[in-house]
Every structure is written in C-alpha cells, then in structure tokens.
C-alpha cells in the first residue's frame, strides 16, 4: 500500500499548481482523503478532505482557493491550489483512512485518523 504525491515546486504568489495523488496496493473509493501541510516546527495541519460521497471540506486559511477532487477511474486525488501565498509554503502530504475504522460520511482534519500517508511534496510560494 503506496501513496505517490507529486505536483510540487516554486510558484510565485498568486499563482497555482495541482498536486496529484497516486495509490497503489488499495483504491481511494471506499476511504475519506486529505490534504495536510507542514512547515518545520509546526504541527502537520489538514487542509482539505473528501469522504466517500464527495463531499469536501476546508480549513479556513484555504477555503475559497483550494479545491480537492478525486478520479476513482485513475485511482488519483488532486488538490488544485490557486492564490497561492507565502503562507502556502510547506511540504504537502496526502492521506487515506482506513474504511473499517472511517465511515462513508468521514471527513476531517484530525491527522490521526488517517493511515496512510504519502511522501509529501514541497510547495514554495515566493517571489
């Protein structure tokens, strides 16, 4: 079971990127994803997630200019990132629960729900 994030780089502020999310060994249909970010030092925070049925949400520092989607055909999630900030800068990870212990309706920022992570990819927003 392998998540693959990529999409990553150096954008200026006030442009965007699309990070992709892979799996291999699992599919993402019957599991909630998310999108977390850290910066060194700080804790790993959620800023977007996706349950079962499709339905999203944000942490506010994102609402509006984020967005996170799902191919179940190309078993790969997505988050389109647009007005990118200085404060965007970070490694992003993507995540998967576990459908035994995550109902159909699951979807939150709590990291430790999740189970399985990516590698993370480096975002740097900077002029």
């Known amino acids: 079971v392998q998540l693959q994030a990529s999409g990553g780089g150096l954008v200026h502020p006030g442009g965007s990127l699309r990070l992709s999310c892979g799996a291999s060994?699992?599919?993402?249909?019957?599991?909630?994803i998310g999108w977390f970010r850290q910066v060194p030092g700080k804790v790993r925070e959620g800023v977007a997630c996706m349950n079962r049925y499709g339905n999203t949400d944000y942490s506010d520092s994102v609402k509006g200019r984020f967005t996170i989607s799902r191919d179940n055909a190309k078993n790969t999630v997505y988050l389109q990132m647009n007005n990118l900030k200085p404060e965007d800068t970070a490694v992003y990870y993507c995540a998967a629960t576990n459908p035994y212990l995550k109902g159909p309706t699951y979807c939150a920022h709590n990291r430790d729900s999740y189970t399985n992570w990516g590698q993370g990819t480096q975002v740097t927003v900077s002029s």
């Open positions: 060994g699992f599919t993402f249909d019957y599991r909630a």
